[in-house]
Each structure stands twice: as structure tokens, then as C-alpha cells.
């Protein structure tokens, strides 16, 4: 009885490998990815907004997919709005049964809309956008270049409501979003909320 279901998980394993194969090799390697921040009513470029992009490493096990941290870059929009982030490589030394996935992006500068998840964002702030597209394919959209648009936030109810989409999601370690992190603990004092600066991404 042991051995049946010891084999039943060996073969649930490589299934689940072989469904992560085609992304799955020993080098990563792609990018860049480029954009440009811009006010969604005056349509001018919004400086100094931070963007982090996330890259989660997939694990295939019996129990299907599971996604943790793997790496983040983190940088400021220049005077033009714009960002780029250069091509990103990465070693995975399990790719038989990991592979690397991302980035996402989350992109935030007080008394603004916070972009996090990105169907939610345009779901709720831009749905006739054509950049409400899934995960993967906004990543892909990216490396053509993309205005992403941020709506200013003119009450301070609006500014409590979207404070705590500006967090990442996929346990992003503090020390690859200090700025980020910044920012929002800037939000949380001009809001008049506690002092003791939050830490950690959801």
C-alpha cells in the first residue's frame, strides 16, 4: 500500500513538472521591461513614483503550484515618468520542479492610486483599458512599453481606502523595497495614523 502511494506521488510530481517545463530550465534570463508613469487627468508624467517588480519561484508538488519570493528590483520614474528594468538574469537550480515567474508590478507615489494587481487596478479605476489583460501578459506588454495611468486622490477617505493596495503581494523582504516602504509610511503620517512604521509586504 506504501509503495502504490508513494508511486501515485512520484508520478503527481512529474506531471506537475512536466506542466512547468516549457518555462523551466537551468538559466533564466529575459527582459528588459520599460513604462511610463503618467497623472490619468492632466495626462503629464509623474516623477519620482516607485516601481517594484517581482519574480516568484514555482514549485510543482502533488498538491498543484505554490509561488514564493525569488527576487525584486526596485527604482524611481525620471522626469520623464519613464522606467526601464534591464534584462534579468537568474540561475534556478531546481528546474526540474521549479521555475521562475514574473515580473509583476506594483507602482505607487503618494496621493496616488496605488497600481498593484493589475486586473483589480483596472477593473476598478480604467475597465475599458487595454492593459486589463492577465499576469503574463501584461509582463509581455511591458517589454514594448507601456503608459501605465494613476488617478490623483483628492480626499483623505479616497487616500485611506487605497493605502493598503501599495503593498505587493508574494512576501517581498523589506530591504528589496525600502523606497516603497518609505512612501507608504509617508502616506500613513500625512493620513495622521500611527507612527511605528509598518513593515513587510501582505
Known sequence: MA????LTVVIMMLWNASALASSASLYYSDGPWMGKVIDAETKEPIEGAVVLAVWQKVYASPTGRHHYFFDAIELLTDKNG???ISKFNAVNFLPIIRHIEG?????????Y??????????HKYFPNSPLKVNRNTLSELFKKGVSVELLRLKTREERLRSLSDAHPLGGVPDNKMPILLDFINLERKELGLDHIPIKGGK
Not at 103 to 111: G, H, L, N, V
Not at 113 to 122: I, K, L, M, Q
Open 3 to 6: 509503495r502504490i502511494f508513494f
Open 82 to 84: 519613464a522606467f526601464i
Open 103 to 111: 515580473p509583476d508590478f506594483t507602482i505607487f507615489k503618494p496621493r
Open 113 to 122: 492610486t496605488p497600481f498593484g494587481d493589475s486586473y483589480d487596478y483596472f
